[in-house]
């Protein structure tokens, strides 16, 4: 099953205790405090991991802990610090905590062996070593170490996607990925056969991009039929959607405008992405002059029209040479646009009360 969506509760080390001692030595049986500090509590990150397809390692296991730092020992020793916790996650994962009744966002994990920091381990106290003056010399009070950080934190995986397939059931999704590269989603004359997101690299020669077919997206999808919308998320990181379109069903036009409703409803901004009309199964339409119609009419919503049989593999090679094009673009724009990369740091959230 896939698993792209999970809450789980981290929480940090504890830092060790430091100590209170003193020196006992033959000679000197009142050698003064010797006492060590404490170990700092481990620290939980987040490690991108090429290796995970999805987050279902984690469906049933919802509590993380990093190991405590152990107290200071006696002659000064430092104890030892606590074991600090990577947890591993699939690129393009996105982790977010609860603030004021809102999340927000601590870690985007989108490149390969990424590593963020989501909960920090307590400082170790001090032994009574620190505590020693002129006027006291001999102090038997040390410091407690600090709790370490605890979150409830949910984790988002986000496909690392440049182009998404998106489509009513039955539009010929599967059968355009597994045409235009090396993905063999399962393909059936039924509708819901693509039950999560499916990803294919398409070469068109010059350049290498990923495809990913999502799940069918039908008349109500944001109210929770079919399979939802909730897959939308997996399309947020792409450059381009490419909108595929039955060219046997009725009402294409209108079916195309509920589409875009969808998607809208998910969220504006996807909605806003650069497109593209594919119009599949035309090797199904006897008359040309009313394919010619339809086509005129949906290049009327501005965005480029393509006549396409997924199936014969006609019409594939232009699709895919328009749609890098718009991939290049957007990649080109992003470099330009890009700014310093951030990490996201949110002031502790104590969840334990």
């Known amino acids: 099953m896939f698993v792209d969506n999970v809450e789980i509760k981290v929480r940090a080390g504890n830092g060790g205790n430091g100590l209170a001692s003193f020196r006992r030595e033959k000679f000197l049986p009142f050698g003064g405090p010797d006492g060590g500090d404490g170990g700092k509590g481990g620290d939980i990150y987040l490690v991108a991991d090429a290796d995970m397809q999805d987050l279902a390692a984690y469906k049933h296991r919802l509590i993380f802990k990093a190991g405590n730092g152990e107290k200071g020992g006696t002659n000064k020793k430092h104890g030892i610090n606590g074991v600090d916790l990577l947890i591993k996650v699939p690129v393009g994962t996105a982790a977010y905590v609860k603030k004021d009744g809102e999340e927000q966002l601590v870690a985007d994990l989108q490149g390969k062996g990424k590593k963020l920091q989501v909960a920090k381990g307590g400082r170790g106290g001090k032994g009574n070593v620190h505590y020693a003056t002129a006027t006291r010399k001999a102090p038997e009070i040390f410091q407690p170490g600090e709790e370490g950080e605890q979150f409830d934190i949910t984790l988002r995986m986000k496909l690392i996607t440049d182009v998404c397939i998106m489509g009513y059931p039955n539009s010929g999704k599967s059968t355009l990925l597994s045409a235009v590269s090396a993905a063999r989603p399962q393909i059936a004359d039924y509708p819901f056969t693509t039950k999560y997101p499916v990803l294919g690299v398409v070469d068109d020669g010059v350049q290498k991009y990923i495809w990913a077919e999502l799940p069918a997206i039908v008349k109500g ?88 049989s997924a199936a014969l593999n006609t019409g594939v090679s232009e699709l895919i040479s328009a749609v890098h094009k718009l991939v290049s673009e957007h990649k080109k724009r992003s470099i330009v646009e890009m700014g310093p990369e951030m990490v996201f740091r949110p002031k502790p959230v104590d969840l334990r009360d």
């Not at 399309?235 to 959607?241: D, T």
């Open 221 to 308: 999808s944001g109210q929770g039929k079919g399979f939802g919308n909730s897959f939308l998320v997996h399309a947020e990181r792409a450059a381009v959607l490419v909108y595929l379109l039955d060219a046997v069903s009725p009402g294409i036009v209108e079916e195309f405008a509920r589409l875009k409703e969808e998607i809208k409803a998910f969220d504006l901004q996807l909605a806003e992405k650069s497109s593209i009309i594919a119009i599949n199964k035309t090797d199904l339409i006897e008359d040309a002059v009313e394919l010619a119609a339809v086509k005129e009419k949906l290049e009327e919503t501005g965005l480029p029209v393509y006549e396409i």
